[in-house]
């Protein structure tokens, strides 16, 4: 005969935590058995997904387009006389939102105030609030606050772009990038310099003013809000981006860098840079007063608008690189889209022309390498490595539904000779590459274009530009 188990007495005190207990156990254990059926991606996804994805697209959510976009432009009166050329480039009257925010009133020169520029607004005097006579930096951060303040009540407001009288804006790639964010969250967007001691000197934590940067509306409003604050607590900062980045991260912000953002810190020649883009669609260009013109025979203003000609054809391919081969002449095509081209004398993989060639400067003395933001190719004048460059000259369509971009030789190579280890064929007989892409929009990240040379006339080629095969390889 089995004995029953002796009774086990508990006190009534410790019935209720002993329940408490296995209650807690048991929730415990069934939380964990879930949480390790479940894959890895599926618990970090909200935090490893990149680039982010498009906000949900709702009946009272309607995709981001240039309506949604105001920009605050900051400049002085006395530089807008020559500057207004590179705003007015880009600027389209009645359609884009924004104003130039100037130091002064504008001289009787400057009016009547022209429909080709933005309106214009004075900025706020600061001189009593942070008292001093000095307050360039306080002035440019507090333009936030004043384009804020004009449109501050527009339902329609996703966006605030600010940049310099000098900044050069792509604005439908602008527009097409931000739909993949979602203007209700916090976002500050912007880009570093492409001098390395720049992001050292003040901080690899902002965005660079004069490129532009982007804050989504909620960003902006609290910003704004807290703007007198804000200017009090870094009244000591002599650096306007370096002013904005703090007073943004003490909201929990921080940048969210693009490669399509060019601040330009850059001097002299910059067509290397310009030729080989990192594979982002361009959004802005910044310090053009600083560097030569981008074009040879053109001035600065000239070159501008000859480069937005381009764009004003398909933002989205601008500086894009294309790279194919003619492999009976041993040639290879670098392709920058409405900007330049390139024949090299030997046959060369894509991995090494994305690489720009040192044509430039740095912004400031650098006393050692590295001197950039990115590898560079220093200039050669070994005939299998020094290019033929020709520069882009006319855009039209064709019936065939493509445009048409023309490039013609910008200088005689010579005095090098031609590449024998790439079979001594020389290109010094191309005076004209002619380059045919789709005449639809490509803002694919992804992967690059290639191209197929479609014929070979003595003094001219023709190119076309095409999705690569899903096993091509540009070598």
């Not at 697209?57 to 009166?77: A, K, R």
């Amino acid at each position: 005969m089995i004995k029953p188990s002796p009774k086990i007495d508990i006190p009534g005190g410790m019935r209720k935590p002993l329940f408490l207990a296995a209650l807690l156990f048991t929730f415990t254990y069934l939380f964990l058995f879930n949480f390790y059926q479940r894959r890895p991606s599926d618990v970090f996804s909200s935090y490893l997904t990149w680039p982010p994805s498009s906000p949900p697209q709702t009946s009272s959510i309607s995709p981001t387009n240039l309506s949604h976009l105001v920009f605050g432009l900051v400049g002085s009166e006395r530089a807008w006389r020559h500057r207004k050329a590179y705003i007015e480039s880009w600027w389209r009257p009645n359609i884009t939102r924004g104003f130039i925010f100037l130091d002064k009133a504008p001289g009787q020169d400057l009016l009547p105030w022209p429909e080709s520029s933005p309106p214009y607004r004075i900025s706020d005097d600061l001189s009593k609030f942070l008292g001093k006579s000095e307050w360039t930096a306080q002035r440019i951060i507090h333009g936030i606050m004043e384009t804020f303040r004009e449109d501050r009540d527009d339902e329609n407001l996703r966006w605030l772009v600010m940049g310099d009288d000098d900044s050069i804006f792509f604005v439908d790639n602008m527009v097409e990038i931000l739909r993949r964010y979602d203007h209700r969250k916090y976002y500050y967007i912007g880009g570093h310099s492409e001098f390395i001691l720049s992001n050292y000197w003040y901080s690899f934590s902002q965005g660079f003013g004069g490129a532009g940067f982007i804050l989504s509306y909620p960003l902006a409003k609290v910003l704004a809000g807290d703007m007198e604050n804000c200017l009090d607590r870094y009244r000591s900062l002599k650096a306007a981006d370096l002013n904005t980045m703090s007073c943004i991260a003490d909201i929990g912000v921080s940048l969210t860098a693009l490669d399509g953002i060019h601040q330009i810190d850059l001097r002299g020649d910059i067509s290397g840079f310009l030729s080989a883009h990192p594979k982002f669609p361009l959004m802005s260009l910044h310090h053009f007063d600083m560097v030569d013109p981008i074009f040879p025979g053109k001035n600065r203003a000239d070159a501008t608008r000859h480069l937005m000609k381009a764009a004003a054809t398909d933002q989205s391919r601008m500086l894009q690189q294309a790279v194919c081969h003619l492999r009976r002449n041993g040639w290879t095509f670098s392709i920058s889209w409405g900007y330049s081209a390139q024949i090299y004398e030997r046959i060369m993989p894509r991995s090494y022309l994305q690489y720009p060639i040192e044509t430039f400067r740095t912004w400031n003395r650098s006393p050692r390498p590295p001197h950039y933001m990115f590898n560079t190719r220093r200039r050669s004048g070994d005939p299998c490595e020094a290019p033929h460059v020709f520069f882009y000259e006319t855009i039209d369509g064709t019936s065939e539904n493509q445009i048409l971009t023309s490039f013609s030789r910008a200088w005689a190579r010579g005095g090098i000779g031609s590449c024998v280890s790439g079979g001594n064929h020389s290109a010094d007989s191309v005076s004209r590459i002619r380059v045919y892409s789709p005449a639809v929009k490509r803002f694919q990240i992804d992967r690059c274009e290639c191209c197929d040379v479609v014929a070979e006339d003595g003094d001219r080629v023709d190119l076309v530009l095409r999705e690569c095969n899903p096993d091509e390889i540009i070598a």
